[in-house]
């Protein structure tokens, strides 16, 4: 009933820059919060920001001052801009959004296919 949909991701060199994106659709009476979560090989799915529907954001310390989040509540989408990427940075990198579904209320978390980035000279 709910499925988003990641884009973005991609190659590219030490230092420079990607911006990934991500849209909700579906059955869906609103979102409380979207996150861009990451999973590198051989390590553990990691938060990597969060935004709630009021604006409020928090960033792993990791990429604080390098990462930022922003999201369109109308559009239901989720922006993650990325500078100064480090090789550290390359995984797959996943959209998540926590919905409340219209006439049940149930809420729900939904999770996109993923998407590669990879940091490398």
């Not at 550290?88 to 999770?111: G, H, I, K, L, Q």
């Amino acid at each position: 009933q709910v499925h988003l949909v990641e884009s973005g991701g991609g190659l590219v060199q030490p230092g420079g820059s990607l911006r990934l994106s991500c849209a909700a659709s579906g059955s869906i009476f609103s979102i409380n919060a979207m996150a861009w979560y990451r999973q590198a090989p051989g390590k553990q799915r990691e938060l990597v920001a969060v935004i709630l529907s009021g604006g409020s954001t928090n960033y792993a310390d990791s990429v604080k001052g390098r990462f930022t989040i922003s999201r369109d509540n109308a559009k239901n989408t989720v922006t993650l801009q990325m500078n100064s990427l480090k090789p550290e940075d390359t995984a797959v990198y996943y959209c998540n959004a926590r919905v409340r579904a219209p006439v049940t209320f149930y809420v729900n978390d939904y999770w996109g296919q993923g998407t590669q980035v990879t940091v490398s000279s």
